[in-house]
């Protein structure tokens, strides 16, 4: 007998794991610098190569773990003029999967030309919103990668996409406005250490001559747009802002010809949520603390809650204090990470929502940067503790630079749970710890 069933296998867990991640990803980001207008035409080209070794630790046989080489050559252009700005950035890292794609390997490729009061860019870049400190919550606009786990920089994590951005300033205030012409999803492995699918064979059995079936996101259909509106408020730093767009996290539908317990399935279809997304940020600054607040409103398509294969609504909130340590450059930052579904069927086992996360979940992060020797030497290390199911990661870094132009690194990551009775995207990664030794030239 025929029947349609909706069974989420892929990214079980990550709809509340994704969340804690992200915000542990943003800790230490770099500042972005403000758009300036150039008043002479000229040429910038830069390098980084990278070589080193990463090491997956075996903690019951120290002599078992294993090694692999890393390496990387990134290549950036920058050309500036009067009106116009571009700007070319790749990077030729040995890629692991047979298929290349052009995101793999460009980072970003964008032309701004430059109009009264403001900029128009367009081209295959990165563009973030929101003002928090770790887990930004609107900044919603490039997918994230997690492919080869989770990484202390967050543009490791962004995924460049198409887009054209116009930005407007007006005295204090300033206003975007984003149009995406193709969607692009969250990029997961499908196999090997860093599988996010947990094990179904208890329950599923995929035919071999099963039909999969996908939308084609690169058409107009699947295009977004967006609007931010930045003003202050007294001292007060706020911004309100408005996307159109797709959830980045498919759901499967099933078609199941068999009964249980185990079910045969013969068709699978991946099918994404339509949304819209409303955004607020506030962000105030007293002395050596930064209070920072966003906040977030999911609108699905399906706001009542009734399709089981579409994700529901719901608010997603964080706030953010960091404290800068007086006559240094070392802060600490920790924050409170919020996320609670409207709608929300509980026990609903074929429901996406039940499947994929709780109806409540809280994260808590920390985080410290602390720059040595006159900035020789810099630390940084964080911590992400998912409240809901118990699990963990600890990502930490050291950078010392031997000479202007010459970096030794060292980075170990630590996944794990408290729990392992817990289903968590950090339990499944918890034989993934890692030491990575890398030294960088810049040039």
């Known amino acids: 007998m025929n029947k349609r069933f909706a069974v989420l296998i892929l990214l079980l867990l990550l709809s509340i794991s994704i969340f804690a991640s992200d915000g542990f990803d943003l800790i230490f980001e770099e500042t972005i610098p403000t758009d300036e207008k150039t008043t002479t035409a000229s040429f910038d080209f830069r390098g980084k190569l990278l070589v080193g070794v990463e090491t997956f630790v075996e903690t019951s046989d120290v002599l078992k773990s294993e090694m692999n080489p890393i390496s990387d050559l990134e290549l950036s252009i920058y050309f500036k003029s009067s009106s116009i700005d571009g700007n070319v950035d790749i990077s030729l890292n040995p890629l692991k999967t047979d ?55 967050p543009l490791e994590l962004k995924i460049s996409e198409p887009m054209i951005l116009a930005k407007l300033f007006f005295d204090s205030t300033n206003v975007e406005l984003l149009y995406k012409p193709i969607f692009t999803p969250l990029q997961v492995a499908m196999s090997g250490k860093w599988i996010t699918l947990p094990d179904t064979s208890g329950y599923l059995n995929i035919l071999p001559n099963a039909t999969y079936t996908t939308p084609q996101i690169t058409t107009l259909e699947y295009g977004s747009f967006g609007t931010r509106f930045a ?43 339509k949304m819209n997304i409303v955004g607020t940020e506030v962000n105030y600054i007293k002395d050596a603390f930064t209070f920072a607040i966003e906040g977030a409103f999911y ?32 802060y600490i930052t920790a924050s409170y990470l919020g996320t609670s579904i409207l709608r929300y069927q509980e026990g609903v086992l074929n429901d996406i929502d039940t499947m994929s996360s709780n109806q409540q979940d809280n994260t808590i992060i920390l985080g410290i940067h602390i720059p040595l020797l006159k900035e020789k030497l810099l630390i940084e290390s964080g911590l992400t503790y998912q409240i809901s199911t118990q699990g963990y990661a600890i990502l930490s870094k050291i950078d010392y630079t031997i000479d202007d132009d010459i970096t030794l690194s060292l980075k170990g990551n630590i996944y794990g749970t408290f729990d392992e009775n817990i289903n968590s995207l950090y339990n499944m990664w918890s034989q993934n710890d890692s030491l990575t030794f890398s030294l960088a030239y810049q040039f």
């Open 299 to 330: 609108i699905s398509e399906d706001t009542d809650g009734t399709n089981p294969n579409l994700y529901n609504s719901k608010f997603v909130y964080t706030g953010s204090i960091s404290y800068l340590i007086p006559t240094s450059t070392s």
């Open 99 to 153: 298929q290349v794609e052009y995101k793999d390997i460009i980072k970003e490729l964008s032309l701004s030309y430059y109009i009264p009061r403001g900029k128009i860019e367009a081209g295959y870049f990165i563009h973030r919103w929101g003002v928090v400190d770790t887990a930004r919550v609107v900044d919603i606009l490039n997918a994230d990668d997690l492919r080869s786990g989770l990484h202390i920089d």
């Open 231 to 273: 003003f202050p408020l007294g001292n007060i730093e706020t911004a309100l802002s408005f996307y159109h767009g797709y959830y980045e996290r498919p759901a499967y539908l099933y078609t199941i010809v068999s009964a249980g317990p185990v079910y045969d399935v013969s068709d699978i279809e991946t099918i994404y949520t």
